[in-house]
């Protein structure tokens, strides 16, 4: 059994090599299109509510609201509006995604100490320069994490993209799921796990060259 | 202490009402049992048209004077076990299912041939007959857009497999690995070197013609959506490459033979039933969100 699921994966891979890869490039570009969008919108969003005070309850509320609503559902209701294709999962993905980076966002920039912003503050500093130069650089590892979260969940949830013609690696569990075939089930969820691996890892490396003072020894 | 006791009272006496209203569900079951005797018990699988033959045969066996119990929405991979476990009397079978997912025997494309086989196999293996089976035939095919048909003028997959470079296909999935589907045209046809080729939810194929995001879709032949045919055309299986898949009623022997005349009523659905009428029938639960027993009814109606 061990050894025939093991040709079986070889043969997958030299009779659909090609598409293999393919389904990969979609859900890369999907992944880091999503990823990228969601990473803008919630650093805005966690800006805009720092600065209008008064904004942050009702605009963290409906993020957290909007994230309950499961993505497989989130892509079927877009259909009616938007059709199938890319479109509808890059939005599906992109309300998965804001949702951690915002609240990091947020809770970087809330958590400065008061005795940082009060010698800035002293040094002359307005709130336009304080934000750029002390409160953002010093949130960026919490900003940093929370897009790391969000990139694994949207690599995870991109295989759902299959499901309305947007590509990736879904393809290959769908049918794997539809056929009861072990060998697709792997290969398809196998590689998703590997993708959000090497991404997490990749975020990781560059967080230790941004950030090169917070692996200091202490 | 004093509430404990009192959580002790309440938990006691919950416990004895559960158990009393439990033994009478059970002695209604008896009951059932009982009557089991008197009563045929159809099955029918989990989808519209299932539903609808199962509801048709119902109809007419209680038309002739039985008692009919109605037992819906069996998952299709358990059906057969259940008939052979004797849960049911009856259920609409097709006849490339039975070659192919319970018999697990070689692919046979003549209907009449097919029918033949599972009759003898069924009767010997599992002391079910096979009543008469009716030209509906729901198997697999493939639908195309019916303007890109109009355009490229295709009407059978013959003509499919010469157009393929300029056709989108909206697979879903599975449709591309199983033997029984694109291989085994391929076969036949020579290779379909499509466009494009994209997996999509099998709900969403219609959606996704309609919408001109893709030509061809793999389709089962009575979709209640094929009879807009002004929108979607089913292609022609001209090599007759894909497996019948006609339906017809299973029965029990035992209750075949305790009861004969069920036959006569049976087959008399059997052939009111062809692919059109059932496509349309579908169509109404389906497309017009009606109730399949509204729709089984007015059809029985109007074949009395």
Redesign the interface.
């Known amino acids: 059994m061990q050894e025939s699921l093991w040709m079986q994966l070889v043969n997958y891979f030299s009779d659909h090599g090609r598409a293999f890869f393919a389904l990969g490039r979609e859900h890369i570009q999907v992944s880091l299109l999503a990823l990228l969008c969601s990473a803008w919108i919630g650093i805005t969003l966690g800006y805009l509510t720092i600065t209008y005070k008064r904004s942050e309850k009702w605009i963290v509320s409906l993020i957290q609201i909007l994230r309950i609503v499961p993505s497989l559902a989130v892509l079927l209701l877009l ?1 009616p509006l938007m ?3 890319t479109k509808p999962a890059l939005i599906a993905l992109i309300l998965l995604g804001v949702p951690p980076i915002l609240m990091n966002t947020i809770t970087g920039l809330n958590h400065i100490p008061l005795s940082v912003l009060e010698s800035a503050q002293g040094a002359g500093m307005s709130d336009r320069q304080m934000m750029w130069k002390i409160k953002f650089p010093l949130a960026a590892p919490l900003i940093l994490t929370g897009i790391k979260t969000a990139a694994i969940e949207i690599i995870a949830s991109a295989t759902l993209a ?6 990736g690696f ?2 290959i569990i ?2 794997g799921l ?2 009861n ?1 072990m060998d ?1 089930l792997l290969i398809g969820g196998g590689a998703v796990a590997i993708l959000a691996i090497f991404i997490g890892v990749l975020l990781d490396i560059s967080e230790r060259i941004l950030f090169r003072y917070q692996f200091l020894q202490r | 202490m004093k509430i404990k006791k009192k959580t002790i009272y309440i938990i006691t006496s919950l416990i004895i009402v559960l158990s009393l209203v439990l033994s009478a569900c059970s002695q209604q079951k008896n009951q059932a049992s009982k009557n089991k005797e008197t009563s045929i018990r159809i099955g029918t699988k989990d989808f519209t048209e299932n539903l609808i033959v199962g509801e048709l045969y119902a109809l007419a066996l209680e038309d002739a004077g039985y008692q009919v119990e109605r037992v819906p929405n069996i998952t299709g991979s358990v059906i057969h076990s259940s008939i052979v476990n004797q849960d049911i009397d009856m259920y609409p079978e097709y006849t490339g299912t039975g070659l192919l997912a319970i018999l697990k025997l070689d692919l046979l494309t003549d209907p009449d041939e097919v029918y033949a086989t599972v009759k003898e196999e069924y009767k010997k293996k599992f002391n079910l007959t096979w009543l008469e089976y009716s030209k509906a035939n729901d198997g697999a095919g493939l639908v195309i857009r019916a303007e890109a048909s109009e355009k490229l003028g295709i009407k059978t997959i013959t003509d499919l497999q010469k157009h393929a470079t300029e056709l989108r296909f ?1 697979s ?3 449709v ?3 033997a029984d589907g694109i291989p085994a045209l391929e076969k036949v046809y020579g290779k379909l070197n499509w466009k494009s080729s ?4 099998n709900s ?1 194929k219609y ?2 013609l309609k ?1 001109n ?2 030509d061809v879709a793999p389709a089962y032949t009575t979709e209640g959506q094929l009879v807009n045919k002004d929108q979607y055309i089913l292609l022609e299986d001209d090599k007759q490459v894909w497996p019948p898949y006609n339906l017809a009623p299973v029965i029990r022997d035992e209750v075949l033979s305790a009861h004969p005349d069920i036959a006569e009523v049976i087959n008399k659905i059997s052939s009111a039933l062809d692919t059109d009428t059932i496509t349309a029938l579908n169509a109404k639960v389906d497309v017009e969100q009606e109730e399949y027993e509204d729709v089984a009814k007015a059809f029985y109606e109007s074949i009395q």
């Open positions: 259909i059709g199938t294709g299959a499901k309305i013609g947007a590509g879904g393809e769908f049918t539809g056929l075939r697709l | 909206a879903q999935g599975e591309d690995q199983r994209k997996v999509y939810d969403l959606e996704v919408n995001e893709a």
